[in-house]
């Protein structure tokens, strides 16, 4: 017997009329989304088209939910090196509160949890023990669609693909962040270590330069700021309105490193800074140090560049440990964590051949900035041993390996 709706047939005493699906209806019929009548007849085919109309409105509305929710990753792998800090970047679009959402970064394959975050709280209790202590979702962009993850002190076992999952209760969606994490840079770190303090010069800071609310120690080695005046104004050079101070010593040729520690019990609140000056800066008051000065500055979390504008430096935790390392000959200054040898930043300096001073800034009370003695331990002779020097990887600060300055 055939269907009962199957090819163009007439019903008794009425003409078929054509459909804007090319099908045939009687007149009067209403038409299904599906261009079937709701009633041609057959109970059976009316049934499954109600289905079918219904799962398609059920499909319709996931994908509108979807929609309604998409991330989107950076669209290329990225790249760092062990020991490093890296930022997985990862945003909503289009851009909306994440703050309540569900957000959680997966490894691909092993499927277990790298950090987990939702409605404002970090849960740890699900995280993979290679990612303890060491991931912090950015909550500075979670108001603005920023789903960032940051990882510290990279290691090999980090490289790979990352999910980034979030959802609430209506959709869902996910990007994936391809991460390459590389080992050659490895032994320049390494070098980095060892070559520094060979190119260490002796920093002291100048009394004569320090701001009147400074304090300094007696070998001229660490500062402090107080609340109350200790120098008199009219025998002190230093800037009028600028809390600093300056090492004695000028620098215009060669490579000069000097290595700085913050000590203190508020130094996570604290605000200080770090760098070179040209010897030649006006000391008048509403000095602008912007295109005379290169350094990094720390306040209250984050570390940035003192440039204009100021570029913010994706480190965690802060350092508290910096070499500072002057290089006339490229003209250059770059600063290193004192602890693993990574690069934090690196800025042009254009002195012209003038002369650069080390440049200190403290505005926190109960912290200190001290010059530490980071002279290089040479093996003793008796025990018959040699320092062992890795082959010198080419280094836009350094350059090749040679004898220290002095």
């Known amino acids: 017997m055939a269907g009962c709706c199957e090819g163009p047939r007439s019903f008794v005493g009425v003409p078929l009329e054509k459909n804007t699906w090319g099908g045939h209806l009687p007149p009067g019929k ?32 996931l994908q509108l939910g979807s929609a309604q929710l998409r991330v989107e990753g950076p669209g290329h792998p990225l790249t ?14 289009p851009q909306r509160d994440a703050r309540s959402l569900d957000v959680r970064w997966i490894r691909d394959q092993i499927s277990e949890t790298v950090h987990h975050y939702r409605n404002g709280e970090d849960l740890y209790g699900e995280q993979m023990g290679a990612y303890a202590g060491r991931t912090e979702l950015v ?7 920023s789903l960032d993850l940051r990882i510290t002190g990279l290691r090999p076992s980090d490289d790979g693909q990352y999910f980034c999952t979030v959802g609430d209760a ?13 080992e050659k840079q490895a032994a320049e770190l390494a070098w980095r270590k060892f070559l520094l303090p060979h190119y260490k010069v002796k920093v002291t800071l100048d009394p004569d330069m320090a701001h009147h609310m400074y304090v300094l120690s007696q070998d001229n080695s660490r500062v402090r700021l107080e609340s109350e005046r200790h120098q008199d104004p009219d025998t002190r050079k230093t800037f009028d309105d600028r809390c600093c101070v300056l090492g004695r010593e000028e620098f215009r040729e060669g490579r000069h490193c000097w290595l700085v520690e913050v000590e203190g019990e508020q130094i996570k609140d604290s605000v200080w800074a770090v760098g070179v000056i040209k010897a ?20 209250k979390g984050q570390l940035e560049s ?4 100021s570029t913010p430096l994706s480190l965690s935790p802060v350092p508290t440990r910096i070499w500072i390392c002057l290089d006339c ?16 930043y690196t800025s042009a300096v254009s002195f012209n051949g003038e002369s650069l001073r080390p440049w200190f800034w403290i505005r926190t009370l109960g912290i200190q900035l001290c010059l530490r003695d980071s002279t290089p331990q040479t093996p003793s002779p008796a025990l018959g041993s040699s320092c062992p020097c890795p082959a ?12 220290a300055q002095k």
């Open 392 to 403: 010198t990887p080419a280094s836009p600060l350094l350059g090749p390996a040679g004898a």
């Open 280 to 299: 030649s800066m006006e000391r008048t008051k509403g000095t602008k140090f912007f295109g005379d000065k290169w350094a990094v500055q720390y306040s």
């Open 170 to 182: 209506d959709a869902y969606a996910e990007a994936i962040v391809d991460l390459e994490v590389s």
């Open 329 to 344: 000959t490229q003209e250059q200054v770059s600063f290193f964590n004192a602890d693993n040898g990574v690069q934090i």
């Open 80 to 93: 760092a090196t062990v020991g490093q800090d890296v930022v997985l970047p990862c945003h909503l679009s």
């Open 139 to 145: 909550r500075d962009g979670l108001s603005a669609g």
């Open 306 to 309: 003192l440039t204009y504008p």
């Open 30 to 61: 209403p038409l299904s989304p599906m261009g079937l009548p709701w009633d041609c007849g057959c109970p059976s085919l009316t049934r499954h088209a109600r289905r079918l109309l219904t799962s398609l409105i059920t499909l319709l509305l």
